[in-house]
């Protein structure tokens, strides 16, 4: 099963990973879209029953990708943190930790629509803030998907999925990333965020992931 997949956009060699990022092998750099951080501490907060520990099994994705790929720098594209609510003082923790770790990391977020209400990292976690685009190469890195003339976006926020569908009535929504001739879209990095469905259509590229493997969808 593969956990990578070697993907040619704007005439740069990229990795699709299964862990939904995207690595950048020429500049050691990884981009994620919508890790959304302390998501379910947000909900907690509201008094919905959801899950304790997604803050810290993301991180050790992460962990887990370093550990495979030379990283100096990781670009987040937006909505890092959910709402004000993950802000709660387990998911700080887990958060400066996980910084503690990878101190010599280069940290940016290009800020995202979460990140105006959710509000920037601590400065304790030094990250390298960017309010909506960053110019990197051939690339426009922000959150919102608004394609450009000058540069190709590689953008998020849409938590774009893909439906497999079996001979049957089967069928199975996995997390894509889209991509088109000036745009791509990333899935979102983090669990337990939802998906805005996209269509298979010519000339565009879909590359699914289950978490363990990442494959391309063809075209019809």
């Known amino acids: ?11 740069q060699s ?24 302390g998501k379910a501490a947000a909900y907690r907060a509201l008094g919905q029953p959801v899950p304790h520990g997604t803050t810290s099994m993301n991180l050790s994705r992460l962990d887990a990708v370093f550990a495979s790929y030379p990283t100096s720098r990781v ?14 003082p387990a998911t700080l923790a887990a958060l400066h ?15 995202g629509n979460h990140d105006r209400r959710a509000g920037d990292p601590p400065s304790t976690l030094d990250f390298e803030i960017v309010r909506e685009e960053l110019v990197l190469g051939p690339f426009t890195l922000r959150h919102f998907p ?6 190709h976006v590689i953008a998020g926020h849409l938590h ?8 049957g009535r089967q069928s199975l929504r996995l997390p894509c990333l889209y991509s088109s001739e000036r745009m791509t879209i990333l899935p979102s990095f983090g669990d337990f965020t ?3 469905a996209v269509a298979a259509r010519a ?6 992931t289950d978490g363990s493997g990442v494959w391309s969808v063809p075209m019809a």
Request: proline share 3%; hydrophobic share 45%.
């Open 1 to 11: 099963m593969k956990r990578e997949l070697a993907l040619k956009i704007a005439g």
């Open 14 to 37: 990229l990795l699709l990973l299964a862990d939904k990022a995207l690595y950048w092998p020429e500049r050691k750099t990884l981009l994620i879209a919508d890790a959304h951080f």
């Open 75 to 88: 670009i987040f594209l937006g909505d890092f943190l959910h709402a004000r609510q993950s802000h709660a």
């Open 97 to 111: 930790d996980w910084r503690q770790r990878h101190a010599r990391l280069a940290c940016t977020l290009v800020r």
């Open 146 to 151: 608004t394609p450009q003339e000058s540069h």
């Open 160 to 167: 774009p999925v893909f439906r497999l569908r079996g001979n």
């Open 194 to 196: 939802g998906g805005h």
């Open 203 to 208: 000339g565009h590229l879909i590359c699914i």
